[in-house]
C-alpha cells in the first residue's frame, strides 16, 4: 500500500488533493512520491522562483539581524533539505549532518556516565563499535539482547536508570525484525524517560516512519537510500518532542558537523526520486528472494511469507525493502560466490542505483570480536545482497551464473521444471563445469521469471451488483447519490493449470473463452506494481496498448474483449518475485449484463480479488484460536460467530477495491468509484461528485436497513455519455432550471441519507418516506430527460392497483432498469401476478434485497469445527474440504454447468464463506 502522511502535523506544507476511491478514506494529503519530488517551504521562497533550490556555496552571511549569519550554524540549502525531510518523515524537527555515524554521535551525546542503555544484538558494525567506545570510555552500560523478542527487554528496563533503547529493523545483516510499537510502548510504562531511538537506514522514511510507532528519534545513515547514488555522505536525525531537538541542534552547531550546502544539495536532488527508486530495487530483490529460496538457500528477507517476523513487518512498514541475505554452509563457497558475480558490486554499503553484495562477517561487521559475532548468531558464510535498479532479469542471470560457478548449485536432471538444484557434494562424484555452463545457456531461453506459483488451491470468490437509489444521473453533475448493494451476485473462481498457459471463461458474456501462453504475452511493456505498493493513479497505457495489439488482436466480441483486457492487465502488473502462476478464470454473474446494476464493478471486484490472491498480495483470515479449558484462571478464547460477515478485514477490502477501480478504469475510461466501492464494501454509501454545492467524496451510511426491491430491466441499452451530454445541453439552455433540479435532487439524496440511518424511524415510517422520496427524484428525473418510454411502462404498471409501489429509474447514465419498492407485507401472490404482468411486456424481473455483505471469498477452511486446523485441498481441483471426509467437489464443471437460477444456491451451499 502506498505510505500516507498524518496531514495534522504538517499545517504548513500540507498539500491537499483529491481522493478517494473509497468509502472509508477521506481526503488527505498527496501521497509519498509525489511528497518526495514537491520541494516546497512556504517559509523560504527563493527570490528569482527557482524551480530547483540553489546552492548557497558560502561560510559566512553579511548584516547582523538576519535569519542566517554562520553555515555551521545554519544554511538556506541546509534549511531547504531539513524542512523537506521532516516532512516525508512525519517530523517536527529534521537535522542532517556528515554522516549516519555522526548522527548517531550528536545522538549518544545526550547520554552521561552512570547511565544504561538497550541495543539489540543484531546491530550494523559502526554502531556496535561507537556503542562499545562508550562502553569503555565513557561510564555507560550497555546491555545487548534479542528485541526481536520484546519481552526479553523487561528485565534491562529500570526506571531512572535506562537512558536510551537502541532499535534497529530491518537489522543489518540477518533482516530481524523488532516490534518498535510494542516495544516503546512497553518502555513508556516502564521507564518513562528512557529515549527510544530506532536507526531507520534499512528501510527509509518511504517505507517505515518510526515517529508513527512511538519511536522518540529516528536516524538514517543518507549516504544510503536517501541519497541513492553513493556520491555523498550523509546523516539524518528526526525527532518530535522540542526538548530533544533543542538538545541536539546545540551539539550539531556546537561540534560543527551539519552538512555542508553542496550535500545538502546533492541529497535533496537524491530524495526527489527516492520512492520511485525503492518501488524498483524491492521489486527486483522479491525475485531474488524467491530465487535464492527455490534454490534452497536459507534466505532472511521479510518479504517471504515463512520470514519469522512478517506479520509484525508488514504491520509498521510498507514494504519489504531491498536488502537480504542468505547462507551457503560454506564460508569458503561464500567467497567464490562473492568473487564470481560481475554485475553485483563488492561494497560494504547498500542503497544505491547499483546492486552490491558483500560478506558482512568479513567487511561490514569485521570490527566485532569473532566470538561475540558467534554468540550473537552471525553466520560467518553469510552473504548480503543489496538489490539496485538495474534490469532485474540481468541481475537474477548473473546470480545464477556466480552460484553456478561457485559450485553452489547443478543442473536440475531429467527435470523440465526447474534448470538448476542445489548442488550436495558427493565423494567421487563431479560434474564438469563447462558441462554445467553448457546446459546454462541452452536453458536460457527459459528464463528465470517464467517459474510458475505452485498454487494447487481453487479460489471462489463473489461480489454483488448495485443500485442507485437516489439521485443518479444527477451525480454526474455534482449531486449526491445514494447508492447500495444488491443481493445479485458475479462469482470468479481460480483454477490451476500447470501447463503454462492461462484463460478465462467469461460464460454470461457471450460464453467467451480464450487462452494465452504465458510466454508470449507482452511482459517487456510491464512496470510491474511492487508488493506492497499502490497502483499509480493513472493506467499504465504502455500496456494496455501492447494487451490489445497482441494478446487481444484475435478477440471481436467488444464487451469480453474489454474484460479479458482488464483482467491480464491486472495479472501482469500484479506479477512479482518471477513468479506467473498458470491457471483458469472462470466468471459467472446473475447480475443482468448493461442493465445498470453494477455487473462491471462486481467482474472487476472478483477479478481483482482472485488475482490478488493468487498472486498473494492479500491473505484471508486464519482460523480463530481454538478454546481451550479453563484453566488455573485462563478462562481460554470463546469465538463468537459472524456468519461470516466481517471477516475480511478492511485492508483487504481496501486492496480489493483499489484494484478493482484500475479494472474499472480500463473498463470504462474514468469512472467515478461508486460501484467498485459498493462492489467490495456492500451495504449503502452516499457519493458526490466535484462540482456542486458540497465537496466530492464518499460515506458509508452505517445502520443501513436491508430492504427488498424488484428490479426490472427494460432491456433498453443506454448511452450514457449521450445522456450526459443532453443534460449538459440542458442546463446551457435553462440553467435555472437545471440548478433547482440539482438542488432538489441533493435534498432528496441528504433526506434518504438521514432516513436510512435513523435508528429510531420504525420500518413502517421508513418505507413510507422512502416510497414518496422515489416518487419525487423520479419525477425530477423526467424533466431532465434521462428517462424512456419502456421505463414509463415499467412504472406505470407498477403503480397500478393492486400493486401499488413506487418505481424509478436507475443508473447514472439514466438506467436501463427500474427499480421498485417492495413493502414488507407485500404478499408473494401479488408479487408473483406483478412479475408475471412485466413479463408479458418483455421485461425481466429480479427479486432482490439491497443493502447486504460486500466482497465475499469462499473460505478454504471447509466446513469442518471452527477448531479445526485448516486442511489442504485433496486435489488441485478444489479447496473445499467437506466435513464428511467425501471427495470434494470440482467447482470448476460445476460452476460452469449451473444455470442462473441455480447459481446463488448453490454457491451458498459450498461452505462457509467470508464477507467484508
Not at 544539495?265 to 525475485?287: E, H, V
Not at 458475479?490 to 493449470?497: I, K
Request: charged fraction near 20%; hydrophobic fraction near 40%.
Amino acid at each position: 500500500m502506498a505510505p500516507t502522511i498524518d496531514s495534522s502535523k504538517f499545517a504548513i506544507h500540507d498539500l491537499p488533493t483529491p481522493e478517494p476511491d473509497s468509502p472509508l478514506r477521506p481526503r488527505q494529503p498527496y501521497r509519498f512520491s509525489t511528497l518526495c519530488a514537491t520541494v516546497e517551504n512556504p517559509s523560504q521562497k527563493d527570490q528569482y522562483g527557482s524551480s530547483s533550490v540553489p546552492i548557497y556555496q558560502t561560510a559566512t552571511f553579511k548584516g547582523i539581524s538576519g535569519e542566517y549569519d554562520y553555515s555551521r550554524s545554519g544554511n538556506p540549502t541546509r534549511s531547504h533539505l531539513e524542512h523537506h525531510i521532516a516532512k516525508i518523515s512525519s517530523a517536527q524537527h529534521a537535522f542532517t549532518v556528515s554522516s549516519g555515524m555522526a548522527a548517531l554521535d550528536v545522538i549518544l551525546r545526550v547520554l552521561k556516565p552512570g547511565d544504561e542503555v538497550i541495543a539489540g544484538d543484531d546491530l550494523y558494525g559502526g554502531t556496535n563499535r561507537l556503542l562499545t567506545y562508550l562502553k569503555t570510555h565513557g561510564g555507560v552500560t550497555i546491555h545487548h539482547v534479542n528485541t526481536t523478542d520484546p519481552k526479553s527487554l523487561h528485565q534491562y528496563i529500570k526506571p531512572g536508570k535506562t537512558a536510551m533503547v537502541l532499535l534497529e529493523t530491518p537489522t543489518n545483516p540477518l533482516l530481524k525484525i523488532v516490534d518498535i510499537a510494542t516495544i516503546s510502548a512497553d518502555v513508556k510504562e516502564r521507564a518513562p524517560d528512557a529515549i527510544i531511538v530506532v536507526d531507520n537506514t534499512m528501510m527509509s522514511p518511504y517505507l517505515q516512519r518510526p515517529l508513527e510507532h512511538g519511536a522518540d528519534v529516528v536516524y538514517d545513515s543518507a549516504t544510503k537510500y536517501l541519497s541513492g547514488h553513493h556520491d555523498l555522505m550523509a546523516g539524518v536525525i528526526t525527532c518530535n518532542r522540542d526538548d530533544l531537538a533543542k538538545q541536539m541542534a546545540f551539539v550539531i552547531n556546537s561540534v560543527g558537523n551539519a552538512l555542508t550546502p553542496f550535500d545538502s544539495f546533492l541529497l535533496l536532488r537524491g530524495i526527489k526520486t527516492l520512492a520511485i527508486r525503492m518501488d524498483r530495487q524491492q521489486s527486483s530483490a522479491m525475485r531474488v528472494a524467491t530465487l535464492l529460496e527455490k534454490l534452497g538457500f536459507k534466505v532472511h528477507y521479510p518479504g517471504l511469507p515463512n520470514h519469522p517476523g512478517r506479520d509484525v513487518h508488514m504491520r509498521i512498514a510498507d514494504g519489504p525493502g531491498a536488502v537480504l541475505s542468505f547462507v551457503t554452509g560454506d564460508k569458503v563457497m561464500s567467497e567464490r560466490i562473492v568473487g564470481a558475480t560481475r554485475l553485483w558490486g563488492i561494497s560494504v554499503s547498500f542503497g544505491a542505483v547499483n546492486s552490491l553484495i558483500s560478506m558482512p562477517c568479513v567487511m561490514s561487521h569485521a570490527s566485532i570480536d569473532p566470538a561475540v559475532r558467534a554468540a550473537r548468531g552471525l553466520p560467518e558464510d553469510l552473504i548480503r545482497l543489496c538489490v539496485g535498479i538495474e534490469d532485474p532479469i540481468d541481475l537474477l542471470d548473473d546470480l545464477e551464473r556466480a552460484l553456478l560457478e561457485a559450485g553452489a548449485i547443478t543442473v536440475a536432471a531429467g527435470s523440465n521444471e526447474e534448470r538448476f538444484v542445489r548442488a550436495i557434494p558427493q565423494e567421487g562424484h563431479a560434474i564438469s563445469r563447462a558441462v554445467e555452463k553448457l546446459a546454462f545457456n541452452d536453458n536460457a531461453s527459459l528464463g528465470i521469471s517464467q517459474k510458475r506459483a505452485q498454487e494447487d488451491r481453487e479460489w471462489f470468490v463473489s461480489a454483488p451488483g448495485k443500485v442507485i437509489l437516489f439521485g443518479e444521473h444527477a451525480v454526474v453533475h455534482g449531486a449526491t447519490a445514494v447508492a447500495a448493494s444488491v443481493d445479485l451476485r458475479c462469482y470468479g473462481l481460480t483454477t490451476p493449470r500447470h501447463d503454462g498457459k492461462l484463460s478465462v471463461k467469461f460464460t454470461d458474456i457471450d460464453n467467451f473463452y480464450h487462452e494465452w501462453d504465458l510466454s508470449e504475452l507482452p511482459w517487456d511493456a510491464v512496470t510491474p506494481v511492487a508488493l506492497g505498493s499502490a497502483h499509480p493513479d493513472a493506467l499504465d497505457e504502455k500496456l494496455v496498448a501492447a494487451i490489445s495489439a497482441t494478446a487481444m488482436s484475435s478477440v471481436t466480441q467488444p464487451k469480453a474483449k474489454v474484460a479479458a483486457t482488464a483482467f491480464l492487465y491486472m495479472y501482469m502488473i500484479m506479477a512479482h518475485g518471477g513468479e506467473r502462476p498458470s491457471f483458469n478464470f472462470t466468471s459467472r454473474s446473475t447480475l443482468p449484463i448493461g442493465a445498470g446494476l453494477g455487473s462491471s464493478a462486481s467482474f472487476s471486484a472478483c477479478a481483482a480479488t482472485a488475482l490478488l490472491l493468487l498472486h498473494q498480495r492479500i491473505s484471508i483470515p486464519p482460523l480463530p484460536l481454538p478454546s481451550r479449558a479453563a484453566a488455573a484462571g485462563d478462562p481460554g478464547h470463546v469465538h463468537v460467530s459472524h456468519e461470516g460477515r466481517r471477516a475480511i478485514t478492511t485492508g483487504i477490502a481496501e486492496e480489493a477495491n483499489r484494484w478493482a477501480f484500475v479494472a474499472e478504469k480500463i473498463l470504462h475510461g474514468n469512472p467515478s468509484g461508486v460501484d467498485n466501492s459498493v462492489a467490495v464494501f456492500g451495504g449503502a454509501l452516499a457519493y458526490t461528485r466535484p462540482g456542486f454545492n458540497k465537496p466530492s467524496g464518499m460515506d458509508p451510511i452505517n445502520g443501513f436497513k436491508s430492504l427488498r426491491f424488484l428490479l426490472t430491466d427494460s432491456k433498453v441499452p443506454r448511452d450514457t455519455k449521450k445522456l450526459v451530454a443532453g443534460v449538459g445541453e440542458l442546463k446551457n439552455q435553462q440553467p435555472e432550471l437545471v440548478e433547482r433540479l440539482l438542488k432538489e435532487i441533493q435534498a432528496i439524496s441528504d433526506e434518504a441519507k438521514r432516513c436510512l440511518a435513523d435508528p429510531e424511524l420504525s420500518r413502517e415510517q421508513l418505507l413510507a418516506g422512502l416510497s414518496a422520496l422515489i416518487e419525487e427524484n423520479h419525477a425530477h428525473l423526467v424533466t431532465l430527460g434521462v428517462s424512456h418510454a419502456s421505463l414509463e411502462a415499467i412504472k406505470a404498471k407498477t403503480k397500478t392497483a393492486p400493486f401499488n409501489l413506487s418505481t424509478k429509474l436507475t443508473g447514472a447514465g439514466g438506467g436501463g432498469c427500474a427499480v421498485t419498492l417492495v413493502p414488507d407485507d407485500f404478499k408473494d401472490e401479488t408479487m408473483q401476478e406483478l412479475k408475471s404482468a412485466l413479463a408479458n411486456d418483455g421485461f425481466d424481473t429480479y427479486l432482490t434485497s439491497v443493502g447486504g455483505s460486500g466482497l465475499g471469498i469462499l473460505s478454504p477452511y471447509g466446513q469442518r469445527p471452527l477448531d479445526a486446523p485448516p486442511t489442504p485441498p485433496a486435489d488441485e481441483s478444489s479447496t473445499v474440504d467437506q466435513a464428511d471426509g467425501a471427495a470434494p467437489e470440482p467447482l470448476r464443471a460445476s460452476l460452469d454447468g449451473k444455470a442462473i437460477v441455480e447459481l446463488s444456491g448453490w454457491a451458498d451451499s459450498l461452505g462457509r464463506w467470508l464477507f467484508v
